[in-house]
């Protein structure tokens, strides 16, 4: 099995098609096991849902032709389907929507991108900022924090962007939506998503 596509993304609905969350597709493939949940796959202009059993069938016939938006993993003697969006068949709440303070979802916030010189660089080439500094009573939040380089956090130092005479390229905000989920809009294989989903922007 490939940890890569076990850790990708599935979009979560409630009862009533509501999309509620999004967890990996190891938790979607015990969710569809326990018949907890079932399978909405978008299939010629339409939607149409697939219990455990109904979607291994599927699979293996659409495994003989793959597309490329496609992900399988391998089972015993044949190929699962990965599905993009499962219904939850008995949850019909609406969890109170927050999105998460943490390292991930910040540098999402800011697409990885430093923010004062505008160097977009991997994660482990990054780090996170206190545009107002602890030292000065800045405190930890959204508002307060910028993705930054390792050399742009060398020059700014316990300083104000102000005192090291550096420009912040944007405002720092609280984002509406969860950044990771924003970022997973961008990749073709969750276009089925926007249909679930407002607006990003």
């Not at 910028?146 to 390229?169: D, I, Y």
Request: with cysteine; proline share 6%; aromatic share 10%.
């Amino acid at each position: 099995m490939s940890q890569s596509v076990l850790d990708t993304n599935v979009l979560v609905l409630n009862r009533f098609y509501m999309a509620i969350r999004v967890v990996n597709v190891r938790r979607t493939f015990t969710l569809l096991y326990r018949e907890c949940a079932e399978v909405i796959c978008h299939d010629d202009d339409q939607y149409v849902s697939y219990d455990f059993e109904s979607w291994c069938e599927l699979s293996q016939i659409t495994s003989l032709e793959k597309q490329p938006d496609e992900d399988y993993i391998r089972a015993v003697g044949f190929e699962l389907r990965v599905p993009r969006i499962v219904r939850l068949t008995r949850f019909d709440r609406m969890p109170v929507q927050t999105v998460r303070f943490n390292r991930r979802n910040l540098f999402a916030r800011d697409e990885n991108q430093c923010q004062y010189c505008g160097r977009k660089e991997p994660t482990n080439k990054l780090s996170l900022d206190h545009v107002i500094p602890r030292s000065h009573g800045g405190p930890t939040t959204w508002e307060n924090i910028v993705c930054c380089c390792l050399k742009c956090n060398s020059r700014k130092g316990g300083r104000t962007p102000q005192q090291a005479r550096m420009q912040l390229l944007s405002r720092p905000v609280k984002p509406r939506f969860n950044p990771m989920l924003a970022q997973s809009m961008e990749d073709p294989r969750y276009e089925c998503w926007k249909t679930f989903l407002p607006a990003m922007s």
